[in-house]
Structures are given as C-alpha cells and as structure tokens.
C-alpha cells in the first residue's frame, strides 16, 4: 500500500515539475516579448509554420486589397456585359453612361455592391490557386530532379494553368454571388433579392435553387482563369525577352511587359468571362426554364441575336481590371 501511495507521490511530484518548467518557460518567452517586441516578432514570422503560410496569407491579402481598389471598375463591367441581352441593336452603352445610371438611381457607395463576395472570392481563389501551384511544382520539381533536369517554362505553364482552372471551380459560389448581387439592381424593384452579403446570397442562392446551383458557370470560370493565366504567363515572358535589346530601363520594361500581357489575356478571356457572366446571372422564369442551358447555348444564342464583337463589349474596362494583375 505505502509502495502505491509513494508512486503516486512520485508521478505528482513530476507532473508539478514540469507544469513549473513550462511556466518558467511562458513567464521567460513573455519577458523578452516585453522586453524586446521586435525580435519576437521576429521569432514567429521566422517559425516553420509561418513560412509555409505567409506566401499564402499576402497573396490574399494583396488580392484583397486589388479587389477594394478595383470592385467599381468590376461593378461596370458587369453591366455592360448584361446590357442589351437578346438584343442586336440600340443604345450602346459606355463605361460613363453605366457609371452615371447607377449612381441616378442610388448613391455612389453602390459601385461598390458585392464587396463581400468579392473578398471572398479572392481569398478563396488566391489561397488555392498558390496552394495548387505550389503543390503542383513541388512534385514536379520532384520528378525533374529524379530525371536529373530541370524545370521549363512548359511545366510552369501547366502548373499554373492547372491551378488557376482548379482555384476558380473551388471560388465560383463567390464568383456567383458576386454577380447575383451586382446584377440585382438592373430589376424591378419589387424583384429584387436585396442581398445583405455574401454569406445572405450564398445561403438564400443554395435554398431556392439547390447547392449545385452554387457552381453554375463553373465551365467557362475555369475556361477563362486558364486563358487569363495563359495569355499573363506566355505573353509577359515573351514581351520581356522582346524588350531585351531596347535601351528602356528595367522598371519600364517589366511595366510593358505587363501591359502587352494584360492585353492578351483580356483579349483570350473576356468571351468567356462575358459568357460566365451571363450564365451566373440567369434564373428560372415563370416556365421553369433558364435562358441558356450552357456555356455553348449561350456563346451561339450570343453571337445569333447580338452579334460576334459583343463577346468583347466594356474590353477597354476589363483590361484595366485585369492588367495591374499582369
């Protein structure tokens, strides 16, 4: 019996040890945290674990930060891609005549409609997007290694690609939302859904339409990231070997580079942005039936009863949005 109570002692003797070590060590980490900030700090972005979530964390951060600055910009874009739907001629409008409309009919602070799903669009897809390529170039770093090669321009494209195509399936319920919330001014009033957020659209979208209403324009999201990623990869690198030979300096050189590149890339994506648009707007009218039943209906309906340059209406918009990311 004593030989169990000593045990005992024993194991309650150790364990307030090493309660006392651990506070020794917390009282000992919060001293030079007050004594001195900066070199914690510096401590915790240098652990592991925040080197592995930094890159992530600012790429989203800095998406984010796009997103406020640009999300007028998008905001008309937007209506100029659904003005006019099913019909080939009448007014044409511009960038100022959209921005003059909206603001007649509210107030300035609705440029900024769909804010939140915006943000949450490019938090999702930016995060999985780095996560993607990072993951994708690991394990073909991996195999080239194995080979005793090294990695090429091609597997940075199709890594890039690939997780760009991949980010924008996980981020269309955003995407989606965004445009519902966006577009919802254009109707009547007493139609409209009058979205609160992201997370009201979101959650009212998935109970009257069902989740998998939630991806609808998946298709021609995915199409597009890929030929926005495609036309910002293929063309800033071949701008910049072009630029070689000129006598511009760096910093102009990656800045036309980045230009000719946000060209390409809005020139190959916009159909299918336009296309996504429309498709993510659309719902069931009083026959139960959507105006286009996929992105091929839509890209032929489009062309037929609007014509083949009104895939590329608000170019000059879209390509301000889209080249500050080239």
């Known amino acids: 019996m004593s030989k169990t109570v000593d045990a005992a002692k024993k194991k309650a003797d150790e364990a307030l040890k090493q309660v006392k070590d651990k506070s020794s060590e917390a009282t000992d980490t919060l001293k030079t945290a007050t004594d001195n900030?900066?070199?914690?700090?510096?401590?915790f972005l240098h652990s592991a674990g925040m080197r592995v979530a930094l890159p992530f964390v600012n790429g989203g951060l800095a998406g984010m930060t796009a997103t406020t600055c640009i999300q007028p910009i998008d905001m008309i874009k937007v209506r100029l891609q659904l003005a006019g739907e099913g019909v080939k001629t009448g007014p044409r409008p511009t960038?100022?005549?959209v921005t003059r409309d909206i603001i007649?009919?509210?107030?300035?602070?609705?440029?900024?409609?769909?804010?939140s799903a915006g943000l949450l669009r490019q938090a999702v897809y930016t995060t999985a997007r780095l996560g993607f390529f990072d993951t994708f170039m690991k394990a073909l770093t991996t195999r080239a290694d194995g080979q005793g090669k090294k990695i090429g321009f091609k597997e940075r494209a199709a890594a890039g690609l690939s997780a760009g195509g991949l980010a924008a399936m996980v981020g269309n319920p955003a995407d989606l939302a965004l445009i519902r919330m966006q577009s919802d001014?254009?109707?009547p009033k007493e139609n409209r859904a009058n979205y609160r957020s992201v997370v009201d659209a979101l959650t009212r979208i998935a109970k009257a339409e069902?989740?998998?209403?939630?991806?609808?324009?998946?298709?021609?999201?995915?199409?597009?990231?890929?030929?926005?990623n495609f036309g910002q990869l293929a063309f800033f690198s071949e701008a910049k070997n072009q630029l070689e030979e000129t006598q511009l300096s760096p910093r102009t050189k990656t800045l036309t580079?980045?230009?000719?590149?946000?060209?390409?890339?809005?020139?190959?994506?916009?159909?299918?942005?336009f296309v996504k648009t429309r498709?993510?707007?659309?719902?069931?009218?009083?026959?139960g039936k959507l105006p286009y039943s996929g992105m091929m209906n839509c890209f032929a309906r489009v062309a037929k009863e609007e014509g083949l340059l009104r895939?590329?209406?608000?170019f000059g918009t879209y390509y301000v949005r889209i080249a500050p990311h080239a």
């Open 311 to 314: 895939f590329y209406r608000g």
């Open 257 to 273: 580079a980045s230009a000719i590149a946000g060209f390409f890339a809005s020139f190959f994506s916009l159909p299918f942005d």
């Open 37 to 43: 900030p900066k070199q914690a700090k510096d401590d």
């Open 210 to 228: 069902g989740v998998t209403a939630l991806w609808a324009g998946a298709y021609p999201t995915v199409v597009r990231a890929m030929a926005l």
């Open 185 to 187: 001014g254009l109707k």
């Open 95 to 97: 960038p100022i005549t």
């Open 104 to 115: 007649a009919a509210g107030k300035v602070l609705d440029l900024y409609t769909g804010l």
């Open 279 to 287: 498709l993510q707007k659309q719902q069931k009218g009083p026959d």
